[in-house]
């Protein structure tokens, strides 16, 4: 068929689960498992509601679990009322957990700060009151603008606290992006900080705020609530800012919870498509955090005694379910970083690990591959130089982790002992949906398996038809889960269209192209919008990416296509070598040594016609690679796009350059 992508890569290694973890772990086992998926599979309504009873606590329980009247607008728990916020923290006051630490926060400069549930609590209600004294109240939008901070855990669940329903947006995005979600949202409050450190640098953040206002639009807008980070000096325009401390100062640290209806919008959240203006993602209150929390529970086989540490920013999705909402559901311990995982050197992610004898650590592809890099050329900052005993679970994110990079990560930071939990979902599905669990799945470097519990994941043809094990093709989500993505804000049509196309018989279309194998193990090839075309022939990026990163030399690889006269398609390569960037002849010599690597990897049909040589390559801000604006870049055009939610801008004009 002419949609389906060619699996190309093989892949034999597997290591199977722990004794220890199938032994002790909350879902111990792969009979525990298939007990699970058979629960769901015989009454999924019956399932969904036996967990939704068991792990949250309601003000007013439900009676119906699913709403199936007007699909896709699945309504869960429909008549059910709760508090997320109340979910996260009163829950625990007056057990054990009430004085035990929730968050660990490590600042740029090595600073530790530590707050127990309680504190948080406290801090949280003291805030809320401040803002319920302004007029703040349920059905209310706010935009949260911060740095990486225990104020910023405290923000969002101020809001969730009070019913508002808030959007987060990056620390560093810039003011357009800020304005463009500020009149989407139809925010009447912005929560930001003075400044933020990265790196050792103070970089501002008020200024896009008052910039972003300033560009109309935003009448509704009453009150900018301003965190002093750094004491840097602030424009101030009075009525209008307020320093978050004097909003909380003389409140009372008590502030009840205000209940809401499960399907209340908890939070807004924007990913940029490939096309059109970002989307607005809306997700409910109690199906979101049912997941979020059992998620945890499964996945990171969550446990009274772990330090937990997710390296994601919160304002990326990552961040909200497993930082802000996950976690603390589950009363863990965990570690919070501001900064950058290369400063004050490459091995801070080490030193943090070692410092705080962290046992559940959750990264991203892109910071594993650059840390493989950083760590071969300075041995002082090599994983090996510190100690990593601690950890028992290791986790990735965000791309498809090339088997290399997995192997290193199972082999450098987990010393074989920690299972690799290569996590896939996404902004829509709120929370993993095909992941290794510690005590049940054998691992296959580049795979993340199998789904969880009630995910009915599925490979599908363009007319939603099955394909069969080891074909690429569609990737599909065949019922509904609670914590699925609810509405694009304001656009339902748009949410409609991109997310449940007609031919597709009503399942949720992820939008990557995938294949499972002849053990049901799924394989993420990449984005469809992605795939590579060379001759008919219909390539996953993910493969020939993967055969460039397994090369001695190479720490990172994208590869996009490019026009091309006799073939449809041709491969360009973008390229980060583990060495200096190679100029002149040595740079010939290198490309046609990949090249050649490649077609004896997969085949000389995904050899790459240009290889372009870098220091870098055009990520987001959650490190995901920009092959959109590497292919505009590949065809020798200019960039013309606002590149401001691009990590590193400047790289763009170096990769511009063939060898
Ligand atoms: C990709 C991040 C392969 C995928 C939580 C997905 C992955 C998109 C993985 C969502 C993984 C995420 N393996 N690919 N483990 N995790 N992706 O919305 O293309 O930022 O559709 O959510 O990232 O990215 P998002």
Redesign the pocket.
């Given at each position: 068929m002419s949609t389906q992508i060619k699996s190309v890569l093989v892949e034999n290694r597997v290591f199977p689960a722990f004794p220890e973890l199938v032994k002790t772990a909350n879902i111990a086992g792969m009979e525990a498992y298939k007990a699970l998926v058979a629960e769901a599979q015989a009454s999924p309504e019956g399932f969904w509601g036996r967990l939704a009873k068991e792990n949250l606590n309601w003000t007013t329980p439900f009676t119906q679990v699913l709403d199936e009247s007007n699909p896709p607008f699945y309504k869960w728990f429909g008549d059910g009322e709760l508090n997320v916020s109340e979910n996260c923290l009163d829950r625990h006051l007056g057990t054990p957990t009430e004085h035990k630490t929730a968050i660990i926060f490590e600042a740029d400069n090595g600073d530790v700060t530590q707050v127990t549930y309680r504190e948080l609590y406290n801090r949280v209600c003291e805030f809320a009151n401040g803002l319920k004294a302004l007029g703040y109240k349920k059905g209310d939008r706010a935009i949260i603008y911060l740095p990486m901070s225990i104020e910023a855990v405290v923000a969002m669940h101020v809001c969730v606290r009070l019913g508002i329903t808030h959007s987060v947006v990056f620390g560093g995005f810039s003011s357009k992006s800020i304005h463009e979600r500020l009149v989407d949202v139809g925010a009447s409050l912005v929560i930001t900080a003075d400044e933020q450190m990265r790196g050792g640098k103070a970089i501002t953040l008020k200024p896009a705020v008052d910039e972003a206002i300033s560009m109309g639009g935003c009448e509704a807008v009453r009150h900018v609530v301003v965190y002093k980070r750094t004491g840097g000096a602030v424009n101030w325009t009075e009525g209008r800012d307020l320093w978050m401390h004097d909003v909380a100062k003389g409140q009372s640290a008590d502030c009840p919870a205000v209940p809401v209806n499960a399907e209340h919008p908890l939070f807004i959240l924007y990913?940029s498509g490939s096309t059109g203006k970002p989307k607005g993602?809306q997700h409910s209150s109690a199906g979101y955090l049912l997941w979020a929390m059992l998620t945890v529970k499964w996945a990171f086989d969550a446990k009274p005694s772990d330090v937990y540490w997710c390296t994601a920013d919160v304002g990326?999705?990552?961040g909200h379910?497993y930082i802000a909402y996950g976690p603390l559901a589950n009363g863990l311990t965990q570690v919070m970083f501001e900064g950058v995982p290369t400063y004050p050197n490459a091995g801070r992610f080490w030193e943090m690990i070692q410092r705080h004898k962290v046992t559940v650590f959750y990264t991203a592809?892109t910071a594993i591959r650059s840390l493989t890099k950083a760590s071969e050329a300075q041995p002082d900052v090599h994983p090996r130089k510190y100690d990593l005993s601690s950890l028992r679970l290791i986790g990735?994110?965000?791309?498809?982790?090339n088997p290399e990079a997995w192997m290193w990560y199972f082999k450098e930071v987990g010393g074989e002992r920690c299972p690799v939990l290569?996590?896939?979902?996404?902004?829509?599905?709120g929370g993993h949906m095909?992941?290794p669990l510690p005590g049940v799945t054998p691992l296959k470097p580049g795979s993340?398996t199998l789904p969880l519990p009630g995910i009915e994941a599925a490979i599908v043809d363009e007319a939603g038809g099955d394909v069969e094990n080891g074909m690429g093709g569609f990737?599909v989500v065949k019922r509904p889960w609670p914590a699925m993505i609810r509405n694009i804000w304001g656009d339902p049509e748009r949410f409609k269209k991109s997310y449940f196309p007609p031919e597709l018989k009503g399942y949720y279309l992820?939008?990557?192209g995938a294949q499972r194998d002849a053990d049901g193990y799924f394989w993420?090839m990449?984005?469809v919008d992605d795939v590579l075309n060379v001759s008919g022939h219909r390539l996953g990026t993910?493969e020939v990416e993967s055969a460039l990163v397994s090369h001695p030399l190479v720490a990172e690889a994208a590869v996009v296509g490019r026009p091309d006269d006799t073939t449809g398609e041709a491969i360009v390569a973008f390229v980060v070598l583990k060495r200096d960037l190679p100029e002149g002849d040595e740079a010939v010599q290198v490309a046609k040594q990949l090249r050649d690597w490649v077609a004896k990897e997969i085949g000389p049909i995904a050899k790459p016609k240009d290889i372009r040589f870098g220091e870098n390559l055009p990520k987001?801000r959650?490190g995901?690679i920009m092959r959109r604006l590497l292919r505009i870049v590949a065809k020798g055009e200019e960039v013309t796009q606002d590149v401001s939610t691009l990590e590193n801008p400047a790289i763009l004009t170096q990769l511009s350059k063939s060898v």
């Open positions: 990913t993602v990326w999705i990552t379910t592809p990735s994110v965000g791309e498809p982790i290569d996590t896939w979902w996404q902004t829509e599905t095909i992941t993340c990737l992820a939008g990557d993420i990449g984005r993910m987001t959650s995901k």
